[in-house]
């Protein structure tokens, strides 16, 4: 019969959260080495809940956790909601439902749908962004960063929505339109409190070599903070009375084939050398200029477009005029904002230089005619004054040496990392706890005042004018100054929502602390986190400021440790079926039917191709765990995820592939219906099919424990499988050996082994029982395959005992027809035996 799964996992499911099995504190009966803290990427609750997709990692930490606790260790194993965010709000404004109101219910389906999963978190420890007694320590942490003078005000350009009227971080634009509505993303200057994240460069740099992380990510985080050597060089706007254009360059060596220059559009100095003539032309090309993302100005198969300043300046090394000109292709937020054009040897200023008719000078000797395409290798400096004839190495030293000597220019280490534009002009955000007081500036609100709380209130309609929609709350705005006492106004700006997650992994060690985001005692027992399984997306963001923050926080000497997460994995994707237009657009799968076996898409009637994409509820192709688990169980859910494949790879969802899981637990399960016998497994067994189970579980016991501690599940699944075929096929199963099989299977189908382990006799959780162990004795083949070489060529096998010595071997091998054929009138001049293996006779 198949096993009773919807019995079995509510009644392990309310056991569990009656008897808080998986609750855990800092004991210190327990050595550090025996100590593991694993963290879940938190979700963001939203309305869709989770799909099949998002358990995946969740299961194989919880795997892990089960395995680590069966083995003397103690487990911290916590999961919490990452809960503000602009996707809330938006529903808040199209609905009138206050974003508190809907993202407690989402909580709520949430927490339900991973409980139903059987994941074994200490649920006392649940933490959630958006409640008053959490954010309370986002803003005292952030109030430690502006006393630090690492957050400060600013007007700058940013990413504006003009639908959600809100600015928008770079991570939050996807080709050019707003992630959440597919508006074109605009840029708009507005003032904003930005973290002085450059300040930690270099560390955030050297300390990725102490990491236990994909190389993958590690690179990744390298080539976004992105050190580079080079020099600042000063330029003199002809005409300013001495005024400057400082361009940063890791080629200064290539300064006299400089022939124009170009800024960024949003460079202060722009208004400056704009002359009267060019005025409105610079006004149309700057607005033109703001509709477009960071990503469409720097993408190098765009057509390059700019317009000349009217203004001038003087190259340093050789006192020549060159244009300068204001182009999209240049950021404000790399370097200086403003670059020396080389076309010569560049092919974005190439061909901007022919589109413009600008002069291209060669300065390293070519091997091809830069007046028809860049040279952009090396070459000797040609046509470059005292650099003629030096390499590029002793050319740039000998130009830094004559800009420091002339004082127009230095040596300077770069770095592409921007500080980070922390604000939002949004409500549904941890309030950012300043006032500005007309007589004593910006001031901190008190720690004694914190959490300053969001108002409660109906509207949350943005402003549009580049404020947040706090602005608007006037009983909430208007405050008393912490210093002086005089009227003064609340900070309406929010924190993105990266602020809360940056250190939840911290407030989880001592969630219920009303004193301090965490204990001293909680923090050196567990920290740092021992393995962090999230997706790969967030290389660069949430894991980038969560270091910066921590690094921040060690500096204040509130943690012990330099880096917070040591090892890192990124799960793959579980992906799932969609279609595709020869065009490349995706079709949801309700408009797309079979005839013939062909895909046709029901509006046009064309032929589409079936692809493997993301799940995606736009794609129309996500699988809900809820159907699974009501069909095929938990169990069978958590299992087949890991079966799929290795969990760093991506691969594709098939229901067919649950199914032959659940047959697996079915069987199982009819295995546990076998009389239980009480046999002494490590005496001598004369029955053959239990000598063959023995050293069939032995050798399970021995590959499950290695794969589990490896994170290697599917191949451990693939064992318990032989195992289950070979319990199969005897009358009775010696009890000890089912119960160390029901034990290894537990981690990995917990409601089941549950249920198992009571059927055996017992009366207590099997969650702290010892893992099995095994005797390598039992592991070991008593007759191995020998093959019969001759000239290194096989010709014959024979089986022969495990322990044949080489003699025994020979004589065997030269029985064998392989033998007889293949030497048959040569002479045996030498033999190799490979004990065990093989055996080689060389003939001639």
Not at 454 to 465: A, R
Not at 704 to 719: E, G, H, M, P, Y
């Amino acid at each position: 019969m198949a096993y009773p799964f919807k019995n079995i996992e509510p009644k392990w499911q309310n056991y569990w959260d009656k008897n808080k099995t998986f609750r855990v504190t800092e004991d210190e009966k327990f050595s550090a080495d025996k100590r593991r803290y694993v963290l879940d990427m938190f979700p963001y609750p939203s309305g869709a809940g989770l799909h099949v997709g998002h358990p995946e990692g969740y299961t194989a930490t919880d795997i892990y956790c089960r395995y680590l606790r069966m083995n003397g260790y103690n487990v911290l194993h916590p999961m919490g909601y990452d809960a503000f965010g602009l996707p809330a709000e938006n529903y808040a404004i199209k609905t009138g439902t206050h974003p508190s109101i809907t993202t407690n219910a989402n909580i709520e389906n949430f927490t339900r749908q991973i409980k139903a999963l059987g994941f074994s978190y200490d649920w006392d420890r649940c933490v959630s962004t958006c409640e008053p007694d959490y954010y309370k320590w986002t803003q005292w942490i952030f109030l430690k960063l502006y006393e630090k003078g690492l957050a400060y005000e600013a007007e700058t350009p940013i990413n504006w929505c003009p639908s959600c009227l809100t600015g928008l971080a770079n991570e939050e634009v996807k080709e050019g339109k707003c992630e959440r509505c597919g508006a074109v993303v605009t840029h708009k200057t507005i003032r904003q409190w930005i973290l002085k994240i450059t300040e930690y460069a270099e560390r955030l740099l050297e300390d990725l070599d102490t990491l236990d992380w994909p190389d993958s990510v590690k690179a990744m985080q390298r080539n976004w903070i992105g050190k580079s050597f080079g020099a600042e060089v000063d330029f003199e706007i002809d005409g300013h009375n001495g005024e400057k254009l400082t361009v940063y360059t890791t080629r200064c060596d290539t300064l006299y084939g400089a022939t124009y220059m170009v800024v960024a559009p949003e460079h202060p100095a722009v208004k400056k050398i704009t002359t009267a003539e060019q005025k409105d032309a610079v006004e149309k090309y700057i607005e033109e200029a703001a509709k477009k993302s960071d990503l469409q100005r720097t993408d190098l198969a765009k057509d390059k477009t700019g317009v000349f300043s009217g203004s001038y300046a003087i190259n340093p090394v050789n006192g020549k005029k060159i244009p300068i000109w204001i182009a999209d292709y240049v950021l404000i937020s790399y370097g200086t904002g403003a670059i020396m054009a080389v076309p010569a040897h560049d092919d974005r200023d190439w061909e901007f230089a022919k589109k413009f008719n600008l002069p291209i000078i060669e300065v390293l000797k070519s091997e091809v005619d830069v007046q028809t395409q860049a040279w952009t290798q090396d070459g000797i400096h040609v046509n470059s004054g005292f650099l003629d004839g030096l390499n590029k190495k002793d050319a740039i030293a000998k130009m830094i040496e004559f800009l420091e000597e002339k004082k127009i220019g230095k040596a300077t280490v770069n770095y592409k990392l921007r500080d980070w534009i922390f604000s939002r002009q949004r409500y549904w955000g941890e309030p950012i706890p300043l006032v500005h007081c007309p007589c004593c500036g910006t001031v901190a609100v008190p720690e004694s005042e914190l959490p300053v709380k969001l108002p409660d209130v109906k509207s949350y309609q943005p402003t549009g004018t580049g404020e947040s929609p706090l602005a608007a709350i006037d009983s909430w705005v208007n405050c008393k100054c912490p210093k002086c006492g005089k009227d003064a106004k609340r900070e309406t700006n929010t924190m993105p929502q990266w602020g809360g997650s940056c250190w939840y992994y911290l407030r989880y060690l001592d969630p219920k602390n009303n004193n301090a985001f965490c204990s001293k005692e909680a923090e050196n027992y567990w920290m740092p986190v021992d393995l962090y399984v999230g997706g790969a997306e967030h290389a660069v963001l949430h894991l980038l400021y969560a270091r910066f923050w921590h690094k921040v926080l060690y500096d204040c000497g509130v943690v012990s440790t330099k880096e917070p997460f040591q090892r890192l994995i990124n799960q793959g994707l579980i992906t799932s079926f969609a279609f595709q237009r020869k065009n490349k657009t995706l079709v949801p799968t309700d408009e797309v039917e079979e005839k013939d076996g062909k895909y046709i898409e029901k509006a046009t009637g064309e032929e589409v191709e079936q692809i493997i994409a993301k799940m995606s509820k736009s794609l129309k192709n996500v699988v809900n765990p809820d159907e699974m688990i009501d069909q095929y169980g938990a169990d069978s859910v958590r299992m087949y995820e890991m079966f799929m494949g290795p969990l760093t790879v991506s691969k594709p969802w098939n229901t067919q592939g649950l199914v032959g899981i659940n047959r697996f637990l079915d069987k199982v399960w009819q295995v546990s219906e076998k009389p239980m016998a009480d046999i002494d497994i490590t005496a001598k067994i004369e029955d053959k099919a239990l000598v063959e189970l023995r050293k069939t579980y032995a050798k399970t016991v021995a590959k499950v424990t290695k794969d589990t501690a490896n994170l290697d599940f599917n191949v451990a699944i693939s064992q318990m499988m032989i195992f289950i075929n070979e319990a199969s096929k005897v009358e009775k199963m010696p009890k000890t050996m089912w119960e160390g099989f029901v034990l290894m299977l537990s981690p990995y189908a917990p409601h089941l082994g549950e249920e198992l382990w009571e059927k055996l006799g017992h009366t207590k959780t099997n969650a702290y029982e010892a893992w099995p162990t095994f005797s390598e004795e039992y592991c070991k083949e008593d007759t191995k395959e020998i093959v019969v070489m001759i000239n290194g060529k096989l010709r014959d096998k024979f089986e022969a005992a495990s322990d044949a010595d080489d003699e025994t071997l020979k004589a065997r091998a030269v029985e064998t027809e392989g033998y007889k054929k293949f030497t048959e009138g040569k002479e045996i001049v030498k033999v190799i035996v490979v004990k065990g293996k093989m055996v080689n006779f060389v003939a001639k």
